[in-house]
């Protein structure tokens, strides 16, 4: 278990100190046209693994995919550090995200092999939580260090001491588990890879650009088009291949659709947390970097301390299946109250405001897993708990580019308005509206302010009014949550009990 840990402290390094070092890996390889495609290639080929990675280990064990995702991963992680340039970060962040894939198709099923017993895998599985959620929390702050005084490459060759502890613990103590039931000799269903491949790839593309090609274009159609036809085919296909990478029993089951619409949800949740929560203290209220990973900080230790009470809790309560919905309620709470929060609130009350956020998350991550691992057989849980894992990770992307259209729009409409009222035409005071980037980079306030002088506008009064829009847009996007929460809360009210008592003699 203890390496099993390390290995969740590499995945939460990876997800978070990346993109504190991301703006100056992009401003030194000179190549801002592939910046989304650093994250991009690795949530492909995450997404892909995860399930893949999860079946195999039912076929054949996962001790020596766990082992060579190790070693995948520190490798890839080595390669990044190295690139010189972006297409070569590109590939290798692609390489990494097969061995992040591999790790999370492993990890998580190898507690359920070790621990058979649901009562004592729960208290085990708060040992990953709270290894994950430390270094979560501790990613920001490091990258940020380690960008500043060593240089971004670090970020990634950190990942190296790492995966050098934890290969060397999982080798020597990690049993290898085989269950005989599947074990049969049946290889993987190869086509169903090449099917899960282009459907995950291509509503990819098209969560990335949607809006680049416009929602009304026929390019965008004909994606969305693409899309639906080859997740039919690769569900159809799983339903007849001798070999699936997903049991057509897990498309059945009517807990597993619950708990695989609760993974997605919880991912877009989480995801636009944690990624527009920085921007709305940033650009909208004008806090320091500094600050606002201070403020933001509490989400991700919360979910630590929030999984160690749902830990506490599980074993004691009557019906520890409403722990989930319980923690959805604090969520609803929690963004109801960020829905209203402005530049003049008390931060004391802004990270009281998070920590309930953080604190809901940390009852839904492990429930997820552990009701998931309870719902299927021995034989399953590899495929069931990467299901899992797969839908969290298209939530989180499918989320964010959702996210990204709201803010967009909502920004887009009130600086326009602003613009057209105060009768500004000049083309290049609208470009540097056209995102809310004007509000965070101080050389473009110093061009608009330099316009301003030469036009005769106020340029302070209209940064005033483009902050008000970009919170504006971002309020529309924690009320698409608020929305996707109450949505979560009514579907786990209906799960099922995924604990049974023991009796004593």
Not at 42 to 50: D, F, H, M, W
Not at 232 to 251: D, K, N, S
Not at 439 to 456: F, K, V
Request: hydrophobic share 50%; glycine share 12%; proline share 5%.
């Amino acid at each position: 278990m203890a390496g099993i840990s390390v290995v969740m402290v590499l995945i939460a390094l990876d997800q978070t100190v990346v993109g504190t070092a991301l703006p100056r890996m992009v401003a030194e390889l000179q190549g801002f046209g592939l910046y989304p495609w650093v994250a991009a290639a690795y949530l492909l080929c995450n997404a892909i693994l995860i399930p893949v990675t999860g079946r195999l280990g039912d076929l054949h064990g996962r001790k020596p995919f766990l082992l060579a995702a190790i070693t995948l991963f520190t490798l890839a992680s080595a390669l990044c550090g190295m690139a010189g340039s972006m297409p070569q970060l590109v590939l290798a962040r692609g390489l990494q995200g097969i061995g992040g894939g591999m790790l999370v198709g492993s990890a998580f099923a190898s507690v359920s092999d070790l621990f058979p017993d649901t009562l004592e895998r729960v208290r085990w599985q708060v040992m990953l939580s709270a290894a994950f959620g430390v270094a979560s929390a501790l990613g920001p702050v490091l990258g940020g260090w380690m960008t500043e005084h060593v240089g971004w490459r670090s970020v990634f060759y950190i990942n190296l001491p790492v995966g050098l502890i934890a290969l060397p613990v999982v080798w020597r103590w990690l049993p290898h588990v085989v269950h005989a039931e599947r074990s049969d000799g049946r290889s993987l269903d190869w086509l169903g890879v090449l099917l899960l491949t282009l459907a995950i790839g291509s509503l990819l593309i098209t969560t990335e650009f949607g809006e680049r090609l416009g929602f009304t274009s026929t390019a965008f159609a004909g994606l969305v088009a693409a899309s639906l036809l080859l997740g039919w085919l690769f569900v159809r296909h799983q339903r007849h291949t001798a070999a699936p990478i997903i049991p057509p029993q897990l498309f059945a089951d009517p807990t597993m659709r619950r708990l695989g619409l609760l993974a997605a949800l919880t991912g877009m949740m989480m995801f636009v947390l944690l990624f527009y929560a920085p921007l709305l203290l940033q650009g909208g209220f004008s806090l320091s970097p500094k600050e606002a990973g201070l403020l933001v900080t509490p989400i991700l230790v919360s979910i630590t301390v929030g999984s160690v009470i749902n830990g506490r809790l599980i074993s004691r309560v009557a019906r520890p299946e409403r722990l989930f919905s319980r923690g959805v309620l604090l969520l609803i709470a929690g963004l109801a109250l960020l829905c209203s929060v402005s530049a003049g609130t008390p931060r004391p009350l802004l990270l009281a405001i998070f920590t309930l956020c953080g604190l809901s998350f940390g009852f839904q991550l492990p429930n997820l897993t552990l009701q998931t691992q309870s719902a299927v057989g021995k034989g399953d849980q590899g495929a069931a708990s990467a299901l899992i894992q797969t839908l969290r990770t298209l939530g989180s992307m499918f989320g964010a580019s959702l996210a990204g259209v709201v803010v967009s729009l909502g920004f887009g409409r009130s600086t326009g308005r602003t613009l057209d009222a105060a009768g500004i035409r000049d083309a290049r005071v609208w470009q540097l509206f056209d995102s809310p980037q004007v509000l965070l980079r101080s050389a473009d306030q110093d061009t608009l302010a330099g316009l301003g002088h030469s036009l005769g506008f106020d340029a302070a009064s209209l940064l005033t009014q483009a902050r008000l829009g970009l919170i504006g847009g971002i309020r529309e996007a924690l009320a698409g949550c608020l929305l996707l929460a109450v949505i979560s809360y009514l579907v786990s009210r209906r799960l099922p009990p995924f604990i049974h008592r023991r009796t004593h003699p």
